[in-house]
């Protein structure tokens, strides 16, 4: 039974550019929620796809977008690429939007280094 | 400010002892807890969860209190392993479905 996947698992670029990083939820969840880790502190909801909609965003600028695929696989899109950008992203899958419907997942994450 | 704080950023530990790590939170409305481990190099891994109609819940190993009158959440290892050092991190979710995480308690198990 495999877990969340992300890709890639690190990735370098530059100010200004755009980076998109995937996520494959556990086998039988539908919600990919993602996250941003910076060092040093806990994850910070970036947002949340459901019925391949995004339901529930969090403090973050229109820079960060997001799709969800018909397979419940997902992307996360960062235009214009500041160096506070830097994190690690982490997706986290569950089953169904509801809160405490069952606890999310994490992939083990993609390292973003911004230069 | 962050809804969900962790009161000691480390904790050392002796192997075979019992570890305490604590948690405080701010919003009263939130119904679901749950406590991650995270390793250097990993994702969260989900330890244990407890909803707000409880205060205590018992894994293999690992106990969750929880005191909704001072809003305090604290997680409990019964003989802490070398395998248990990671950065623990306290979670809350409330009616909006978003997972809230405090700054985390770097667990250090000493030999």
């Known amino acids: 039974d495999a877990g969340v996947t992300q890709s890639p698992t690190h990735l370098i670029k530059t100010r200004g550019q755009q980076v998109t990083l995937r996520c494959s939820p556990k086998?039988?969840?539908?919600?990919v929620s993602w996250y941003q880790q910076a060092l040093g502190q806990g994850p910070q909801f970036i947002f949340q796809y459901y019925e391949e909609e995004e339901r529930q965003r969090g403090n973050f600028p229109d820079r960060f977008s997001g799709h969800q695929f018909p397979n419940y696989s997902s992307e996360l899109n960062v235009n214009a690429l500041l160096l506070g950008d830097s994190a690690l992203y982490l997706c986290?899958?569950?089953?169904?939007?509801?809160?405490?419907?069952?606890?999310?997942?994490f992939g083990d994450g993609t390292r973003l280094s911004i230069l | 400010g962050e809804s969900v704080g962790l009161h000691l950023p480390t904790l050392s530990v002796q192997e075979g002892d019992n570890s305490i790590i604590n948690c405080a939170y701010s919003n009263s409305a939130s119904d679901y807890f749950i406590w991650y481990k995270q390793e250097s190099g990993k994702g969260p891994q989900f330890i244990i969860d407890?909803?707000?109609?409880?205060d205590k819940r018992q894994g293999q190993r690992v106990t969750v209190l929880l005191n909704k009158t001072v809003k305090h959440l604290s997680l409990q290892i019964a003989a802490t392993q070398p395998g248990d050092s990671a950065v623990y991190f306290c979670?809350?979710?409330?009616?909006?479905?978003?997972?809230?995480f405090g700054a985390g308690t770097t667990v250090t198990v000493r030999a």
């Open positions: 979670a809350e979710i409330s009616n909006d479905y978003k997972l809230s």
């Open positions: 986290a899958s569950s089953l169904g939007q509801g809160p405490g419907n069952q606890p999310q997942h």
């Open positions: 086998s039988g969840h539908d919600t």
């Open positions: 407890i909803r707000s109609n409880m």
